[in-house]
T-cell receptor
């Protein structure tokens, strides 16, 4: 089944404790992206990647890192999480210029 | 920069009626537009898309209209059903850098 998977789905952590949210797609898509969703703000892009070893900042990249060592994986790294990073996170993938497929989301709470 | 916004945050519709959800965009560099549906607890799902060289595109029970002159697009849902209750997002894509910008979303509630 063609899909985007994210892990974990739910995470509660404390300020400053490094964490990684994994994202994987099995559709051989070139493009992958991370978004955060907050009430009243819609989805805002954090980082995106158009291919392996190519990553670019989105609208809200501060406090986040990403890597794209393999085509299928695009992990989101929070080196030192803070409470304002409490949010619902979505990973998405697509062929270049095509429809984006979204993962199921990761709800992160930073205490 | 680009911004994509929806006109109304909520829409209440009687079951069986048609729904119209509106969206405005600010940057004419967006040349591909997508409507997504997000149900509670799930990620956004593709509904329908339209390229900037088109004015109208129809799918099953859904129609997207694009007016480039006033930078406006709309999603029409025919014969709205309870399963159509969700948050709907419009998004604009720039083909030069594939950046996708989302509006804030319209919550559609279908009344029985």
């Amino acid at each position: 089944e063609a899909q985007v998977t994210q892990n974990p789905r739910y995470l509660i952590t404390v300020t400053g404790k490094k964490l990684t949210v994994t994202c994987s797609q099995n559709m051989n898509h070139e493009y992958m992206s991370w978004y955060r969703q907050d009430p009243g703000l819609g989805l805002r892009q954090i980082y995106y990647s158009m291919n392996v070893e190519v990553t670019d900042k989105g609208d809200v990249p501060e406090g986040y890192k990403v890597s794209r060592k393999e085509k299928r994986n695009f992990p989101l790294i929070l080196e030192s999480p803070s409470p304002n990073q409490t949010s619902l996170y979505f990973c998405a993938s697509s062929p270049l210029g095509g429809e984006q497929f979204f993962g199921p989301g990761t709800r992160l709470t930073v205490l | 920069g680009e911004s994509v916004g929806l006109h109304l945050p909520t829409l209440s519709v009687q079951e069986g009626d048609n729904s119209i959800i509106n969206c405005a965009y600010s940057n004419s560099a967006s040349d591909y537009f997508i409507w997504y549906k997000q149900e509670s607890g799930k990620g956004p799902q593709f509904i329908i898309d339209i390229r900037s060289n088109m004015d109208k595109r129809q799918g099953q029970r859904v129609t997207v209209l694009l007016n480039k002159t006033v930078k406006h697009l709309s999603l029409q849902i025919a014969a709205t059903q309870p399963g159509d209750s969700a948050v709907y997002f419009c998004a604009g894509l720039r083909s030069n850098d594939y950046k996708l910008s989302f509006g804030a979303g319209t919550t559609v509630t279908v009344r029985a």
